[in-house]
């Protein structure tokens, strides 16, 4: 095998969180440590915990329509095709305003770990 391959398995797990929301890690390895990869989902009707990041955060709406609210902002609708970005350290969340569920991806730079998360509730 290669060293630049960082093996997968067959389908990361979706994982429930405390940040209200399922998360599938699809990339986040020790061995890239300047990115990391992950695949959200909200259900109808929720909104994910107002929390901060001390890396920076971009969000990639691939389904569903929501609220999203990063620092002292307005919130704000988002749609499947919206790239938002979330400097490090800005409080954020994200509300689940359709009827389907919202998925987006999850970009940090440098690379999330648990560490990074901060419960602004």
Do not use: K
């Not at 960082?6 to 389908?11: L, M, R, S, T, V």
């Not at 429930?16 to 992950?38: G, K, M, Q």
């Amino acid at each position: 095998m290669s060293d630049a391959l960082i093996p997968g398995d067959a389908g990361p797990e979706e994982v429930w969180t405390s940040e209200r929301c399922y998360i599938r890690e699809l990339l986040n390895d020790p061995r890239a440590p300047d990115v990391s990869l992950a695949e959200c989902r909200v259900e109808p009707g929720v909104t994910t915990e107002l929390h901060r990041l001390s890396v920076a955060e971009w969000y990639v709406i691939r389904a569903g329509s929501g609220l999203m609210q990063v620092g002292d902002g307005e919130p704000f609708a988002v749609d499947a095709g919206d790239t938002v970005a979330i400097p490090a350290g800005a409080a954020q969340r994200i509300s689940n305003r359709s009827d389907d569920d919202l998925i987006f991806l999850c970009l940090c730079v440098p690379r999330f770990t648990p560490s990074c998360y901060e419960a602004l509730e």
